[in-house]
């Protein structure tokens, strides 16, 4: 990305779009995006972003100066009940300004692959979701894809891992006491540290393929229980205790029943061949280390 600047509006401004953020800033881009909440921007303009609101269609005039004037937008707001929120609010503004854009990119899920018990998917595996959130995430997808049609936008579609990071990861559980490992025979999944997610975006950003499709995960897919074993082991303390998941399972959260919902291993090798990717945490036990001393 050195030596290449532009404009940069985030749809969501969160934990993975701020960290691409904070990456094109330190290249001389321009940022502005958007949060749900008057507090949540209040907060983010005090580290120094610009951020406006846009929730249950409050997206004020500045915000919509920002939005024109970008080249480069990010969506990673999820969908809700009626659908895309950025597409049902914004679909008509969007359209005028979608010919200067130099590349759109759209934060979906592997969860779209659903469960495989186990085995690899790819790009190319048909998507087959086992929850209506990850149900909402296949028409959002293509909902993007239609707008894209018909407006000609570089669209690009991540599909993401389990996402970690600074004040993000097992790590923290562990510390307070609260991690628990269950048993549960069979299920992994992938994950991607934060800081290789904003690579791939940057990446992706530098050489736009509109239409391109790019699952976003590490080399090593891995069962949690060993993830948080492996965390336990650098920090020096004893690992939880293996528990059942079946009998735990009637006092999980569906959040966390969810988590565990879906088995599968996601290939990551057309990110690494068409981006150029080289991953700085190829693993979780190199992701982990790096965070020790994170705050």
């Known amino acids: ?3 290449m600047t532009g404009i940069l509006f985030c749809f969501g401004l969160g934990y993975s779009a701020q960290a691409l953020a904070r990456r094109l800033a330190h290249d001389g881009w321009t940022i502005a ?4 909440s008057g507090e949540h921007a209040a907060a983010l303009k005090r580290e120094g972003w610009n951020v406006h609101v846009f929730h249950d ?3 004020s005039p500045a915000a919509k100066a920002a939005l024109a004037q970008a080249d480069t937008i990010l969506i990673s707001i999820p969908p809700g009940e009626t659908g895309d929120p950025v597409l049902a609010t914004e679909a008509d503004a969007l359209r005028a300004l979608a010919p200067r854009w130099r590349w759109l990119g759209y934060l979906s899920t592997t969860g779209v692959y659903g ?5 690899w998917v790819d790009e190319t595996t048909s998507l087959a979701p086992t929850s209506p959130r990850a149900a909402a995430r296949v028409a959002a997808e293509n909902a993007w894809k239609d707008f894209a049609a018909a407006t000609l936008a570089p669209l690009t579609i991540f599909r993401l891992a389990g996402i970690y990071g600074p004040g ?7 510390r307070a006491g609260t991690a628990r490992r269950y048993d549960k025979a069979g299920q992994v999944f992938s994950r991607i540290h934060v800081e290789d997610l904003a690579r791939v975006l940057a990446a992706s950003i ?4 509109a239409g391109g499709i790019y699952n976003v995960c590490d080399d090593e ?5 060993d993830v948080i074993a492996y965390g336990a082991e650098l920090l020096g303390i004893a690992p939880p205790m293996l528990e059942s998941y079946a009998a735990a399972e009637p006092t999980l959260s569906e959040m966390a029943k969810s988590f565990y919902r879906d088995s599968k291993r996601v290939r990551n090798d057309r990110m690494k061949r068409e981006l150029g990717v080289a991953l700085s945490y190829p693993s979780y036990r190199e992701g982990l280390a790096s965070l020790i001393d994170a705050k």
Do not use: I, K, S
């Open 221 to 225: 897919p891995a069962a949690q229980a």
């Open 115 to 119: 469960d495989r018990q186990g085995g």
């Open 1 to 3: 990305m050195q030596g």
């Open 57 to 59: 269609g409050e997206f």
């Open 168 to 174: 993000r990861n097992p790590l923290q559980a562990l």
């Open 206 to 209: 530098a050489r736009p393929n």
């Open 33 to 36: 995006g958007t949060a749900q």
